[in-house]
């Protein structure tokens, strides 16, 4: 037998088929050199262009060089998957590729190089060509602290770390371990001139900090960031914090030390007025932010440079209470407490608040397993006796002064996050924050309009009816009057089918054929 | 949501209220119907039996193939044989016998002039599709899309198109293509270039690509030469008709311009579905165009140089150039059509042939059904857009045919039910750098709409031409699935 039939006939096939069609009067196809040779995919994600899915990216291998340096394609799709740019680079054989995101006129990518212990900033043109490239350090440390990052602020299939910050460039927000100390770093790199700076926090006494990036407008970068706070006995406290990327300095910090209350920020929206709404969870001074659970939700109206001008509060106990049976300590009859996912400002200024219950109910056999090893002289199991249950979906609207009017509770099955014993102790504000980082929830992400004139609300859900009895992926639409309600069973012909976010009021559906060895991905608009 | 009411009633009142008001509004009396299209009936049974029959005749060949690397022809010739077999089993085939008669009559005239036809049997068949080609497909098999048919201007040029595909057939060219393809990659050189890339460690990747690219700018290559000889032999074969030779190099000239995008999209889309209850949104017509919208303006890959050396058929330019010779032999001289005597070493004859020798009625007529046929076909093999598209070009230069309108609505409801079961991604193109800038505007027009535009969109479209069509089944379908949507919606 010749040698490497196989190989060359794979090499191959792709000339093959589209050099020989029905001889035509015209011509129909062209070549794709891609498809002649193996490729070995290392990373692929999402390209993001303000908190939207515009495209995605495929990184692969495709050839060795030598003993230290590989060849890698970086192949870029548009938001109809269709394949536009085409990138060849050669670098370490120990690269991956982190995040991409977009910002109109050019395509950032946040690479690892093990090698030079570097992240690597590379932005590119439309063209393809490389213009700019930045780099810093990280030790193993950081590394480890990368590795454990988990966001609560972010959807399925979002960038975690890297955001465009309109046509300017980007920034990217990651932890940072300088000894014993947490803190965290804020980079901004430049896509119209090469510049690029720095920001670490540096009146940080206790040197213990998380940040998350929340928004930007044309001048500033707003984060979110949890510290620790001596005075505060060790427990946390939280602060917005806004960075000027102009002038490279701290614009402004808010925490609650001249407020009434403690906020722990969950968004910002920059507002046509040149104002930005803060929405935040709001907890009384002796309250602790992580253990304990919050008296409700509050909106400020603040000025860029840090100054609050308004305040509105609204209360589990009682402003939520007229809308969902809710009893003083913000639980809700049948639902729990209520785990806040989304806040989305429509164009003619109502809010709407998406919201997931989670509670606690006995665990009827854990309790019978550690009642049976306490007996046997064996002391408790990792069963917990009790277990941690996702229950509804709760949609929240508030008028264009900030007040709650209306709540509609979105009945879905039921669903066990947490039997372990890890459920018995801890408080339930602690727990929630645990079962977003562990992606419990069945809330997967939103998706509509830049504008949210339109948008739909996405969960999964197991259905046991008579009609279907499987796993379905549902969305919650708002069409800027009124919702309505969709769902795709995810049991088809295919042997398998799932869902990911896509572009704007869209879905990717893939679906995989095993009998036919062949995996089909389609896009599809939502209601 | 709420949930739709079902019943006779419901729709009949409403459909009753749409021919009072609309009596009312437009005129007192409903104008008499002209006959509209209706698409043919494909005969299943036939195509069954004509499948049948050749995939006789490719067993047959199979066994005749070259025992030296059987396994990778019959590899080929498998997929060559899916490829016909997918062609049948999707009835693009067109089984209207009056219009398989004309085009074998059309055959006939390039047989009786060709005595070595005889002795090579082949079969002609329309196809339903909308692109403007055709093809020989392997087996003795040409297929003439209707999409070209309806653009053509007389006989002489569907016989230049015919002749260049028996050309394909006679001179062997697929074959011969599988035979230098087979032969290259089992060949002693090529085994030592690959062993060799294969034992390399590095640079595998580069090695391949110049060693891919090399075959396939020679195949290429062979495939522009095979071209240009099927132009000429083409040419040959009508010399011996009374075709006009001219007929070849205005065909070329006519695929030239084929693809050129003339419908103006969203002025198109504008007007038509800018119904007074339910007016037409500039959102309709938004799209990014950035790198990632769909509609980005890419660079054409490598050099111009480069992008001639892989097409696997010359500019229609040079194809002209080429047989312009040819054709201006016998460019003046008598009428009447006269075959040209061969093998007698004198000149070929002058003689200016015809643009008619079957029959120019049912061709004109032929060419009046494809316009129709394609839109059909393109919305039952689920290529919405498309069949939108072909539609709406139709409706700009016919606003009153009853066909164009039903399907328009047609379609738009096809769109209503595929985005409701999000089966909508199977039926829809998407926006994409590689479309013409208009079709880009339909199918990003498509990903605008919701449902309930959808909806409306059709409801008021049909509505709007009751009085008129009132009368034809496939409208007042059209518009009661409509009217259902619509309620659904509201």
């Known amino acids: ?527 | 949501m709420r949930s739709y009411v079902p019943g006779l009633n419901r729709h009949t009142l409403i459909i009753a209220l749409l021919f009072i008001s609309g009596s009312f509004i437009c005129c007192p009396l409903v104008r008499a119907q002209e006959k509209e299209f209706t698409p043919a009936t494909e005969n299943a049974a036939l195509l069954a039996s004509l499948l049948n029959q050749y995939q006789l005749q490719y067993k047959d060949d199979l066994n005749q193939l070259p025992s030296g690397n059987r396994k990778d022809y019959t590899e080929i010739y498998d997929e060559r044989w899916k490829s016909i077999q997918g062609k049948f089993d999707k009835q693009e085939i067109y089984t209207a016998t009056d219009a398989q008669d004309y085009l074998d009559k059309l055959v006939n005239v390039i047989v009786k002039g060709n005595a070595e036809l005889f002795r090579r049997p082949f079969h002609c068949y329309f196809s339903r599709s909308y692109i403007p080609n055709a093809s020989y497909m392997g087996e003795g098999i040409i297929l003439f899309n209707m999409g070209l048919f309806e653009r053509l201007t007389d006989e002489s040029q569907a016989a230049f198109i015919l002749c260049h595909e028996i050309s394909h057939y006679l001179l062997r060219h697929q074959e011969k293509s599988i035979d230098k393809y087979v032969t290259s990659i089992n060949s002693p050189e090529m085994q030592a270039q690959l062993r060799k890339i294969k034992g390399s460690e590095y640079h595998r990747r580069e090695q391949l690509q110049d060693l891919v690219k090399g075959l396939t700018f020679d195949s290429r290559r062979h495939s522009r030469d095979h071209e240009s000889e099927a132009d000429s032999m083409a040419v040959e074969l009508m010399r011996h008709t009374a075709f006009a030779l001219t007929g070849a190099t205005s065909t070329l000239a006519l695929l030239d311009s084929v693809d050129e995008d003339r419908t103006d999209a969203e002025g198109c889309l504008q007007r038509t579905f800018n119904a007074g209850e339910y007016p037409f949104r500039k959102k309709w017509l938004a799209r990014d165009e950035g790198l990632l919208g769909g509609h980005a303006h890419l660079k054409s890959e490598g050099q111009v140089g480069l992008a001639d050396s892989l097409k696997t058929h010359p500019d229609c330019e040079l194809r002209i150039k080429l047989i312009a010779p040819l054709v201006g032999v016998a460019g003046a001289g008598g009428a009447g059509g006269s075959p040209v005597g061969r093998g007698d070493g004198s000149p070929a004859a002058v003689r200016a042939g015809r643009a008619f020798v079957v029959d120019p009625v049912k061709f004109r007529e032929l060419q009046e059904r494809c316009r129709y046929e394609v839109i059909e076909y393109a919305f039952v093999s689920d290529e919405y857009t498309e069949s939108l598209w072909l539609a709406l070009e139709l409706l700009q230069q016919r606003p009153a045919d009853g066909y164009a309108v039903a399907q328009v609505g047609r379609v738009l409801n096809g769109l209503y039910r595929a985005q409701k079961g999000h089966t909508l991604g199977k039926v829809v193109d998407l926006p994409a750098p590689y479309y013409p800038e208009n079709y880009n505007s339909l199918l990003q027009f498509v990903q605008n709409l919701y449902l309930v535009d959808l909806a409306s969109i059709s409801y008021y479209f049909l509505k709007a031409r009751y009085p008129e069509l009132n009368q034809y089944g496939a409208f007042r379908k059209a518009l009661e699935e409509a009217a259902r949507n619509k309620m659904e919606q509201d």
């Open chain 1, 1 to 527: 037998m010749t040698i490497s039939k196989r190989f060359f006939r794979r090499a191959l096939a792709a000339m093959l088929a589209l050099s020989l069609p029905a001889a035509s009067l015209l011509a129909q196809t062209k070549l794709s050199i891609d498809k002649v040779y193996t490729a070995y995919l290392r990373n692929s994600g999402t390209i993001m262009a303000k908190g939207q899915i515009k495209g995605y990216f495929f990184l692969y291998m495709s050839d060795k060089i030598d003993r230290h340096t590989d060849e890698y394609t970086l192949q870029i799709l548009d938001e109809n998957l269709n394949k536009v740019q085409s990138i060849k680079f050669e670098d370490t054989k120990k690269l991956s590729l982190l995040e991409s995101a977009y910002n109109g006129n050019s395509i950032s990518f946040l690479f690892k190089n093990e090698d030079t212990k570097t992240l690597d900033m590379k932005i590119y043109d439309f063209n393809g060509k490389l213009i700019y490239t930045y780099s810093r350090g990280f030790d193993k440390k950081t590394d480890d602290l990368m590795k454990q990052y988990e966001t609560l602020h972010t959807d399925e299939g979002t960038n975690k770390n890297v955001f465009d910050i309109g046509d300017q460039g980007y920034v990217s927000v990651l932890p940072l371990r300088e000894g014993k100390q947490r803190t965290y770093e804020m980079d901004y790199y430049a896509s119209d001139n090469r510049k690029q700076w720095t920001y670490v926090p540096n009146d940080d006494a206790e040197k213990y900090a998380m940040a998350e990036y929340l928004g930007s407008t044309d001048s500033l970068i707003i984060l979110e960031v949890l510290k620790k706070n001596k005075t505060l006995g060790n427990d946390f406290s939280s602060h917005l914090v806004g960075v000027n990327f102009i002038t490279h300095k701290k614009q402004f910090e808010i925490d609650g030390t001249n407020d009434q209350y403690n906020l722990v920020p969950s968004s910002i929206l920059p507002m046509d007025s040149g104002r930005l709404m803060l929405f935040a969870s709001y907890y009384d001074k002796d309250q602790n932010i992580v253990k304990d659970f919050s008296r409700g939700l509050a909106i400020y109206e603040i000025t860029t440079s840090g100054k609050v001008l308004t305040k509105t509060y609204n209360t589990w106990a009682g402003d939520f209470a007229r809308y969902l049976p809710t009893n003083s300590k913000g639980k809700i009859d049948d639902i729990g407490y209520l785990y806040i996912h989304k806040l989305i400002r429509t164009p003619d200024n109502r809010l709407f608040v998406v919201g997931e219950g989670y509670k606690r109910q006995a665990n009827a056999a854990g309790i019978a397993v550690n009642t049976l090893s306490i007996l046997a002289g064996g002391g408790t199991t990792t069963m917990g006796n009790t277990k941690i249950v996702i229950t509804n979906l709760v949609m929240m609207e508030f008028n264009p002064r900030y007040k709650v009017t209306n709540a509609t509770i979105f009945d879905k099955t039921k669903n066990t996050a947490l039997a372990s014993s890890a459920a018995d102790y801890g408080s339930q504000h602690a727990l929630a924050l645990y079962l977003k980082m562990m992606g419990a929830f069945d809330y997967a992400f939103t998706t509509g309009d830049a504008d949210n004139s339109n948008f739909a609300v996405c969960y999964s859900d197991y259905e046991r009816s008579s009609e279907y009895h499987g796993q379905t992926f549902n969305a919650i639409r708002y069409n800027g009057k009124k919702f309505t309600t969709d769902k795709i069973e995810l049991k088809s012909k295919a042997s398998m089918m799932r869902i990911f976010p896509a572009k704007a009021g869209s879905i990717m559906i893939m679906e995989y054929f095993r009998k036919d060895k062949r995996l089909d991905f389609r896009l599809e608009k939502l209601g």
